[in-house]
């Protein structure tokens, strides 16, 4: 039986029962023959809604941090890159200039804002998921009014302005691309444009879009067409729609894979890559805390592939979910947003990751990457409550989980937990009655490490009883002896800036003293008190360790 099959069957054997309990038992065994696919680095896409912040102090500091993820490198995607504007960010906003006209309606390209954008990745080691909009005042069918004055708080659909239209002129709309595909080669090279991904504007098939589908389609033929005249192999796909697309997501396919070509009349319009946004069902404040509702992502991711694996020719193309979060709108604040800045939101980031490869797998798919649409807000008050990796310099508990996906490498091998919640029954009523208690493992020779991802996950953000772990490891290496054991920990006490912020007193303007404290809170970091080696016997080996409720913990075995 598979890796998918025996944890997709698995069933709950933790009753609910045990959350009354000040801790309840989970037994975890992990096979190091049991080798399965390769496990990829899925984790290493992140995006977020400001362009400009990329450039700005805690905009560089971030990007530095996801570059030294390390390789395989990361990839950022954003929106707003052909705005019109002076660069001045905003929430849900940013702007490049990249295209103006004169008095004659005669094209004007500036790359100076871009630029800065795209260096500011790669001096970081982060490469562009390029996303080719929104549309120039001076394109736009419907100019007036252009930016948006929306804050949270304010109904959401006031930031659908002028940028959202159609071009006037769909012969310019193309030759901009084409200009600054262009540009990006004439600086960069052609060898590293062409690692990027370039893919056409973001959920067309909401309201980002005030253009018919068919127009979309001639939106986005026009754009690909003239990336690929200025560099033919350039890596180009889409459509990055808001949920698995539905209806929309059928006739874009359709029309890409046996239409006519708006731009070039052939049939049909490359896709290298295909793109979709999963979001987990809105949190709610109930009863004085906050639910989430992971069943609803996976549900989307669950829809999303099926429908990419009934298509014969795209069965086998990469898949990048272009947004993959807890919730729909990063720069939102409210008390059911309450979650971003503990440890909520790194063990549900633990807990769907590792179900993203399990569906990938079920439907036999290329899951390439899902990104994280999180960064950050400049200038803003510490922990303000925006969906973000860190606030004011300081890297949040979700990020370090990210540092522990890194060190994560090789082929995955069996991990089989008897309090896996069972991702089928995720995505039938999410993690409402005993907790998510599993684990992610993987195997790599070459380095000679087994890393294990525990975590202990629930819906909902209450007390809850401690898990303790029986952890058992079998099939190791044989001779092995002994293994150095490095163990990280995300909680309340550990890779937590957040918390440390609460027990200084929750500071508005922290002291350089103080900052320094919670710079070193915010890094990954391990577990006091865990020890630093394990004792193996014909390949076989225990160990034991206390998970609090909403705690991620990785387990790193490695040996000479």
């Known amino acids: 039986m598979r890796l998918s099959s025996l944890l997709l069957a698995l069933p709950i054997l933790v009753s609910v029962a045990a959350a009354a309990d000040s801790s309840f038992p989970v037994t975890i065994r992990v096979d190091a023959a049991a080798a399965g696919a390769p496990l990829k680095p899925i984790y290493r896409f992140f995006g977020g809604d400001e362009p400009n912040y990329a450039t700005m102090k805690d905009g560089r500091k971030l990007l530095r941090d996801m570059g030294e993820l390390g390789a395989p490198p990361e990839y950022f995607r954003t929106h707003h890159l052909l705005v019109t504007g002076d660069g001045t960010p905003a929430l849900k906003w940013g702007s490049t200039n990249a295209y103006t006209e004169d008095a004659n309606g ?136 808001a949920g698995d697309g539905g209806r929309f997501m059928e006739e874009f396919l359709e029309h890409c894979l046996r239409g006519t070509n708006y731009a070039t009349g052939q049939t049909g319009t490359p896709l290298d890559f295909l793109s979709f946004h999963a979001k987990g069902t809105t949190p709610v404040y109930v009863d004085g805390h906050v639910r989430m509702g992971i069943g609803g992502q996976l549900r989307t991711i669950d829809t999303a592939l099926a429908r990419f694996a009934r298509f014969p020719e795209l069965k086998s193309k990469p898949i990048v979910i272009g947004e993959s979060d807890p919730d729909g709108c990063a720069a939102c604040q409210g008390p059911h947003l309450g979650y971003r800045n503990g440890t909520m939101y790194s063990s549900y980031t633990a807990a769907s990751f590792a179900r993203k490869h399990l569906l990938a797998e079920k439907h036999g798919v290329n899951l390439e990457g899902a990104t994280t649409w999180a960064f950050e807000f400049e200038d803003q008050p510490y922990f303000a409550g925006f969906r973000a990796m860190a606030t004011n310099g300081l890297t949040l508990p979700v990020f370090n989980v990210h540092r522990m996906m890194a060190k994560m490498s090789g082929r995955r091998i069996e991990a089989q937990s008897s309090g896996d919640a069972g991702v089928e029954t995720i995505i039938r009523s999410g993690v409402r009655g005993a907790p998510d208690v599993a684990a992610l493992a993987s195997l790599d020779p070459a380095k000679r490490e087994i890393a294990v991802l525990v975590w202990h996950y629930h819906d909902d953000d209450v007390p809850g009883a401690v898990a303790n772990i029986d952890l058992a490891l079998s099939g190791c290496p044989g001779g092995m002896a002994e293994a150095k054991l490095t163990h990280y920990r995300v909680d309340d006490e550990h890779s937590n800036a957040y918390a440390r912020w609460q027990k200084l007193g929750s500071p508005v303007a922290p002291t350089r003293p103080q900052y320094a404290q919670l710079e070193a809170a915010s890094q990954l970091t391990q577990l006091a008190g865990a020890p630093a080696g394990v004792t193996f016997q014909a390949g076989a080996a225990t160990l034991k360790f206390a998970l609090p409720r909403q705690a991620v913990s990785l387990l790193v075995f490695s040996w000479p």
């Open 106 to 241: 005669n094209p004007i390209y500036s790359w100076t804002i871009l630029d800065q954008i795209f260096d500011a990745y790669l001096a970081a080691g982060v490469k562009p998921y390029a996303q080719i909009g929104f549309m120039p005042q001076a394109l736009s069918t419907r100019p007036e009014p252009y930016q948006h004055g929306w804050r949270p708080g304010f109904p959401y659909n006031e930031v659908y302005t002028g940028w959202a239209y159609p071009p006037k002129d769909y012969a310019k709309w193309g030759e901009l691309v084409f200009q600054w595909v262009k540009h990006c080669v004439a600086r960069y090279g052609a060898a590293e444009v062409g690692q990027w991904y370039w893919q056409v504007w973001n959920e067309p098939n909401i309201a980002y879009w005030k253009g018919t589908p068919q127009e979309f389609h001639r939106l986005h033929d026009v754009a690909i067409d003239a990336v690929r005249r200025a560099l033919p192999t350039a890596r180009v796909g889409g459509p990055d729609t």
